[in-house]
């Protein structure tokens, strides 16, 4: 069992920067892909970003390419999400997701509490 923790989440200005961590506890971090989603009031949970178990492939939705950038640090067992040129249509809760493949695919097994991201214009 994988066991998820966003931190990073905030309240911040149109153009502003954020970043989220996602401190994963449990077995090999390295064999999961990892992925962040986000989830807006009144509308569905939507994909933004996901990275491979060693870090070499990652996938963005369009909406956040060029301004969020996904990482990893398989020695600390956490994954980022740098978020930059925060748009107010970026608000949302952003969650962490885990799968138990180490490469991308759409199905995720381990979901953590999610932060809360808030962008005033």
């Known amino acids: 069992q994988v066991q998820l923790a966003e931190s990073g989440g905030g309240l911040v200005q149109t153009g502003g920067s954020l970043r989220l961590s996602c401190a994963a506890s449990g077995r090999t971090f390295s064999n999961y892909a990892m992925g962040w989603f986000r989830q807006a009031p009144g509308k569905e949970r939507e994909f933004v970003a996901a990275?491979?178990?060693?870090?070499?492939?990652?996938s963005y939705v369009d909406s956040v390419k060029g301004r969020f950038f996904i990482s990893r640090d398989n020695a600390k067992n956490t994954v980022y999400l740098q978020m930059n040129s925060l748009k107010p249509e970026d608000t949302a809760v952003y969650y962490c997701?885990?799968?138990?493949?180490?490469?991308?695919?759409?199905?995720?097994?381990?979901w953590g509490q999610g932060t809360q991201v808030t962008v005033s214009s």
């Open positions: 997701a885990g799968r138990r493949w180490a490469v991308l695919g759409s199905a995720y097994d381990y």
């Open positions: 990275i491979s178990g060693s870090g070499s492939y990652t």
